[in-house]
Nanobody, 115 residues
Framework: QVQLVESGGGLVQDGGSLRLSCVASGVTSSISHMGWYRQAPGHQRELVASISRSGSSNYADSVKGRFAISRDNAKNTVYLQMNSLKPEDTAVYYC?????????WGPGTQVTVSS
C-alpha cells in the first residue's frame, strides 16, 4: 500500500505561480514513475506531467514550457512548479504513482487561477 498526500494548491492570479508537492508513504520501495493529473469540472482527468525514477519527464502539450516536474527519491516526494498560470489551468490536481502494477492517487488539491 502507498499513500499520497498533496499540498500547495490555492488561489492565484492569471500569470502567477504555485508549487505543488506530493509525499508518498507506505511501501515506497517499488514506486516507479510519479506524476500529476488534473481534472476540471465537466472534464476528464488528464495527465499533466510525469517523471521516472531516473528523472526522465514528459508533459502535456498545454503545460510545456510553463510547468516543471521534479522528484526527490530520498524524500519520496514529487513536485510540480507551475509558472505563468492561466485560468484554464484551474482544476483539482492529483498526485499519482504506480507500485507493483497498482495505481495510487492522492485526495487532490484545488488550484484556482483567477482572470
Amino acid at each position: 500500500q502507498v499513500q499520497l498526500v498533496e499540498s500547495g494548491g490555492g488561489l492565484v492570479q492569471d500569470g502567477g505561480s504555485l508549487r505543488l508537492s506530493c509525499v508518498a508513504s507506505g511501501v515506497t520501495s517499488s514506486i516507479s514513475h510519479m506524476g500529476w493529473y488534473r481534472q476540471a469540472p465537466g472534464h476528464q482527468r488528464e495527465l499533466v506531467a510525469s517523471i521516472s525514477r531516473s528523472g526522465s519527464s514528459n508533459y502535456a502539450d498545454s503545460v510545456k514550457g510553463r510547468f516543471a516536474i521534479s522528484r526527490d527519491n530520498a524524500k519520496n516526494t514529487v513536485y510540480l512548479q507551475m509558472n505563468s498560470l492561466k485560468p484554464e489551468d484551474t482544476a483539482v490536481y492529483y498526485c499519482n504513482t504506480v507500485s507493483n502494477f497498482v495505481w495510487y492517487w492522492g485526495p487532490g488539491t484545488q488550484v484556482t487561477v483567477s482572470s
